[in-house]
């Protein structure tokens, strides 16, 4: 019997969406339980560790959303051939989260508008060229895809971010990156990828 699966995460895409990715990838029947900003301090006090998200799986729950979905990725066959592609991928989705911490940095989490200003500037003359560049290189690279010339869960990490970033830039932070575009338009061409972005709820982020 397959196991149940329930995603409680709040009702954005963020570091829930690459999770909802592998599960539909996997075809997975999943529960995607969305938490609304103004119920989230009511039930904060009964997640581990006041953290979202979480995976329920045959009722037992697990927390912490790359470890998740290094755990899914190895159910659906996404995390690659062999212990040193698992490596790789590992390495690729860590640098995704450093880019994605360092964008979250500058425009959500800096209150202070000089400073903001400061961290965007650098973001975008400095910082996101560098990740952008090589992860760009590491694809041509690897054959279209970040690791082993195949799909892996680190393409669809990176995927799954983009839509968000694009919001926050004013464009599609692929335009001038070709082939992190090929990855990005090959998991949305994936069947179950399209079938789960034309069904899920419309968020902004």
């Given at each position: 019997?397959?196991?149940?699966?329930?995603?409680?995460?709040?009702?954005?895409?963020?570091?829930?969406?690459?999770?909802?990715?592998?599960?539909?990838?996997?075809?997975?029947?999943?529960?995607?339980?969305?938490?609304?900003?103004?119920?989230?301090?009511?039930?904060?006090?009964?997640?581990?560790?006041?953290?979202?998200?979480?995976?329920?799986?045959?009722?037992?729950?697990?927390?912490?959303?790359?470890?998740?979905?290094?755990?899914?990725?190895?159910?659906?066959?996404?995390?690659?051939?062999?212990?040193?592609?698992?490596?790789?991928?590992?390495?690729?989705?860590?640098?995704?989260?450093?880019?994605?911490l360092a964008i979250l940095?500058?425009?959500?989490?800096?209150?202070?508008?000089?400073?903001?200003?400061?961290?965007?500037?650098?973001?975008?003359?400095?910082?996101?060229?560098?990740?952008?560049?090589?992860?760009?290189?590491?694809?041509?690279?690897?054959?279209?895809?970040?690791?082993?010339?195949?799909?892996?869960?680190?393409?669809?990490?990176?995927?799954?971010?983009?839509?968000?970033?694009?919001?926050?830039?004013?464009?599609?932070?692929?335009?001038?990156?070709?082939?992190?575009?090929?990855?990005?338009?090959?998991?949305?061409?994936?069947?179950?990828?399209?079938?789960?972005?034309?069904?899920?709820?419309?968020t902004e982020w």
């Open positions: 019997m397959a196991p149940k699966y329930k995603l409680t995460y709040f009702d954005i895409k963020g570091v829930g969406e690459h999770i909802r990715y592998v599960l539909s990838y996997g075809g997975a029947d999943f529960e995607d339980k969305r938490i609304k900003q103004e119920d989230w301090p009511k039930f904060k006090s009964s997640t581990p560790y006041g953290k979202l998200p979480l995976l329920e799986v045959d009722g037992k729950e697990v927390y912490q959303s790359a470890a998740i979905g290094r755990y899914l990725a190895k159910q659906f066959n996404l995390l690659g051939s062999n212990d040193w592609e698992a490596l790789q991928i590992d390495c690729t989705v860590d640098t995704i989260t450093d880019l994605r940095g500058a425009y959500i989490y800096e209150e202070n508008e000089e400073a903001k200003a400061k961290k965007i500037q650098t973001l975008r003359k400095e910082t996101l060229p560098m990740y952008l560049s090589k992860l760009d290189k590491q694809v041509k690279d690897n054959g279209g895809h970040f690791v082993g010339g195949k799909l892996t869960w680190a393409d669809l990490y990176f995927s799954s971010h983009l839509d968000t970033w694009g919001v926050l830039f004013g464009k599609p932070v692929t335009d001038d990156y070709p082939n992190l575009k090929v990855v990005y338009d090959k998991v949305n061409a994936l069947p179950a990828i399209k079938a789960w972005i034309a069904k899920r709820p419309v």
